[in-house]
């Protein structure tokens, strides 16, 4: 028989890689859940539709797509908001305002793997559906802050870099640009970060012919501040626009995370259903990929079928942060996988490790013994390969005195006990 | 646009739905870390040809396969020991033995939904590769039945029904059987349990031409215990296959579940690739579909590709599950979503709340609060909506003193602190 390999930018997570993945996603749910998220998730496929319909085209390109006995056409889905889009719309007065909920789906997109980037791959996502107040806004950047901080990160480490893209069309409308152009500056602008300022001006010629307009392009790029910004700003939409994304980081300094944030206005977040502010969380040498892309979408629930509901959220990978986290020396080290290890040097005392073990595993404790009754140097080897923090070993002194001898597998030290005592009392 | 609804046959999981997930994970992850197992865990899809090769066919034939961009053919996964194997094959020279793993994956097959079964499910694995002990298959029921004892579930609410293939092999060839027949009386027993006694000898009469045959195996199916068995083992391999089903029964005795087990000729586990020891597990009442079923599988690592290892594990699925668990009134209710909400009673004060709401947060308390500056009477109909302990109100006293009112929401109670306080100690 043929050995079949795993399916190329998939992992497989054996327990080593899953200990990692445990303790990423408990720090997740610990900080959705302290900041009052309640936890939801979905099927892995859902009608084709449901993704061609709304999501950016480059999700909507990348789908692995299959057909159910009927014929249907279904697809493993590429990102969960459409999901939880759907969900909302289908109990929509049934659920209490704002809706606060996060997931940690596992998702699945048909692109070429390379570093950061996977074919499969898991996505916190938190969102606020119902809420047009700056505060939702505000509070998921808080969650995902608070998350990075709580494995370690400083805010010399990562930032939060944060535009609307309300005020970017505002802006860009009240500058002379068609609104049919807009969708041409998001894709330019959103490759701003990557490329050299040269290839930039070459790129911006290219799509913007108009020599008056690109050098408005060109201007507005280059702005640093919110107070760059308001000289810009001669509508009064973007005026508005404006002045929500000012209260936002008033909220964010409020929080005290504001030497987290910092304003970008060259983040769009691509062709996607953003509507209001939008952003990016990078770490702070710019080396690798966003580890997590979030913003407004207050059009996308209606878009599905559902009412006119605003909604906001972020997601954020497992690929991208994980590389961090190594690079940065903060992957938690494994505990001890076992409390105890039993070991038996006699063929006679099998019954009485078997007992133990289930009586101490019924007390809660961690606890292996040997499958067989090998010489006592062979048996002693399991502990310490199966990450045991003590070996109790029956031997002589059972048989004779009804007693076991504890080692301590850090320390060496060893000491006996009744085994009436283990039994009843436990290891500690 | 069109509103697109959930593929049938899955489920969506609302927060409500999530928690009872989440409680039978935990409860299914703490039962196989205190006996010994690892987590593991493996991409959603395989190359198809993983599964055409060893699964039963009635798996075969319910795989949602896809196609990648390469033109190659994958597959989501209908069950994971044919992963499982995969994975153990890459790195069985690296791997401690015994290995004693458990996953908890998402698996999918394109069946027709029906009571119990759904085209999406979730199912433990638990399974031991290395190891021909007899307390190998021992420790696998073993740690099944230690979860269902761990939500409630007693002996009378539950069986695991036991038999061997090897033996059942065994015992056909030594009574005339030829080899190619075994797989036609496999799936006959199977069907066994589930038609009446004389629709069964119709079944067999069709599938077993031979009178004299057919007689030995009505004598067979109707046996009841390892005794009449053993009056009818006139080989060698009969009485081996006897000896160890017998020892198996011994492990379980001495572990203490002997209630939990019971000795039935008819289980077979379908025309999967099982070698040895085969269990189902079954509610009392036999209303519902197994709960969970497995056995030893020596031959599957060997037929992918691998050595020749040994192997014994068990599936339980989450849908049977939780439709007992619910029959029997053992879900457990949930807990207060939040520690506390805050709620302030004037606009003023709407950055105290905020530091507030955030302080308890780093102290890990769950906190929520409210967006808008509504009235007080509104503002209070959220934490009870949101399933708050209690509700920390910041008004008058919180302007004039400083102080602020904890409400408990269960009792009514009602106390006066200072915010310092509250902002220093944490809530409790």
């Given at each position: 028989?043929?050995?079949?390999?795993?399916?190329?930018?998939?992992?497989?997570f054996?327990?080593?890689?899953?200990?990692?993945?445990n303790w990423?996603?408990?720090?997740?749910?610990?900080?959705?859940?302290?900041?009052?998220f309640e936890?939801?998730d979905?099927?892995?496929f859902?009608?084709?539709?449901?993704y061609?319909?709304?999501?950016?085209?480059?999700i909507?390109?990348q789908?692995?797509?299959?057909?159910?006995?009927?014929?249907r056409?279904?697809?493993?889905r590429p990102?969960?908001?459409?999901?939880l889009a759907?969900?909302?719309?289908?109990?929509?007065?049934?659920?209490?305002?704002?809706?606060?909920?996060?997931?940690?789906?596992?998702?699945?997109?048909?692109?070429?793997?390379?570093?950061?980037?996977?074919?499969?791959?898991?996505?916190?996502?938190?969102d606020?559906?119902?809420?047009?107040e700056?505060?939702?806004?505000?509070?998921c950047?808080?969650?995902?802050?608070?998350?990075?901080?709580?494995?370690?990160?400083?805010?010399?480490?990562?930032?939060?870099?944060?535009?609307s893209?309300?005020?970017?069309a505002?802006?860009?409308?009240?500058?002379?640009?068609?609104?049919?152009?807009?969708d041409?500056?998001?894709?330019?602008?959103?490759?701003?970060a990557?490329?050299?300022?040269?290839?930039?001006?070459?790129?911006?010629?290219?799509?913007?012919?108009?020599?008056?307009?690109?050098?408005?392009?060109?201007?507005?790029?280059?702005?640093?501040?919110?107070?760059e910004?308001?000289?810009?700003?001669n509508?009064?939409?973007?005026?508005?626009?404006?002045?929500?994304?000012?209260?936002l980081?008033?909220?964010?300094?409020?929080?005290g995370?504001?030497?987290?944030?910092?304003?970008?206005?060259?983040?769009?977040?691509?062709?996607?259903?953003?509507?209001?502010?939008v952003?990016?969380?990078?770490?702070?040498?710019a080396?690798?990929?966003?580890?997590?892309?979030?913003?407004?979408?207050?059009?996308?629930?209606s878009g599905?079928?559902?009412?006119?509901v605003?909604?906001?959220?972020?997601?954020?990978?497992?690929?991208?942060?994980?590389?961090?986290?190594?690079?940065?020396?903060?992957?938690?080290s494994?505990?001890?996988?076992?409390d105890?290890?039993?070991v038996?040097t006699?063929?006679?005392?099998?019954?009485?490790?078997?007992?133990?073990?289930?009586?101490?595993?019924?007390?809660?404790?961690?606890?292996?013994l040997?499958y067989?009754?090998?010489?006592?140097?062979?048996?002693?080897?399991q502990?310490?390969?199966?990450?045991?923090?003590?070996v109790?070993?029956?031997?002589?002194?059972?048989?004779n005195?009804?007693?076991v001898?504890?080692?301590?597998?850090a320390?060496?030290?060893q000491k006996?006990?009744?085994?009436?005592t283990?039994?009843?009392?436990?290891?500690f």
């Amino acid at each position: 028989m043929d050995k079949v390999a795993a399916v190329k930018g998939t992992r497989d997570f054996y327990p080593e890689q899953m200990a990692v993945r445990n303790w990423i996603f408990d720090a997740w749910r610990a900080a959705s859940l302290r900041n009052g998220f309640e936890e939801y998730d979905a099927p892995i496929f859902e009608y084709l539709q449901l993704y061609t319909q709304k999501s950016g085209e480059e999700i909507a390109a990348q789908l692995f797509s299959l057909t159910d006995r009927g014929g249907r056409e279904l697809a493993i889905r590429p990102e969960i908001t459409p999901t939880l889009a759907r969900m909302v719309n289908q109990k929509i007065n049934a659920l209490a305002r704002p809706i606060k909920w996060f997931s940690i789906p596992r998702l699945c997109r048909a692109e070429r793997p390379q570093k950061g980037r996977l074919r499969e791959f898991f996505q916190w996502n938190v969102d606020i559906i119902g809420s047009d107040e700056v505060l939702a806004d505000a509070e998921c950047i808080y969650t995902a802050v608070d998350f990075l901080r709580s494995v370690g990160l400083k805010d010399n480490d990562i930032v939060v870099k944060l535009s609307s893209r309300s005020m970017l069309a505002a802006l860009l409308l009240s500058q002379g640009f068609a609104p049919k152009q807009l969708d041409t500056v998001y894709v330019l602008l959103d490759k701003r970060a990557k490329v050299p300022e040269d290839k930039f001006g070459e790129m911006a010629a290219e799509q913007i012919p108009d020599a008056a307009l690109r050098d408005k392009l060109l201007t507005l790029q280059a702005v640093q501040s919110l107070e760059e910004v308001e000289k810009l700003c001669n509508s009064d939409q973007a005026q508005t626009a404006l002045s929500q994304l000012s209260d936002l980081f008033n909220c964010l300094n409020t929080m005290g995370i504001a030497a987290f944030c910092q304003f970008d206005i060259t983040i769009v977040r691509g062709l996607a259903y953003y509507t209001g502010p939008v952003y990016e969380i990078f770490d702070c040498s710019a080396e690798l990929r966003a580890l997590a892309g979030g913003g407004r979408y207050d059009n996308l629930l209606s878009g599905l079928g559902g009412s006119q509901v605003p909604a906001t959220g972020f997601g954020m990978g497992d690929v991208v942060l994980q590389i961090l986290l190594e690079e940065k020396g903060l992957i938690a080290s494994q505990n001890n996988k076992l409390d105890a290890f039993v070991v038996a040097t006699d063929k006679s005392l099998f019954d009485q490790s078997l007992q133990l073990t289930g009586a101490l595993r019924q007390k809660g404790f961690k606890v292996d013994l040997s499958y067989k009754q090998s010489g006592l140097g062979k048996q002693l080897k399991q502990p310490a390969a199966q990450r045991a923090a003590s070996v109790l070993i029956l031997g002589e002194e059972t048989l004779n005195e009804n007693k076991v001898t504890i080692k301590n597998m850090a320390s060496g030290e060893q000491k006996t006990v009744s085994l009436d005592t283990l039994l009843e009392k436990g290891l500690f």
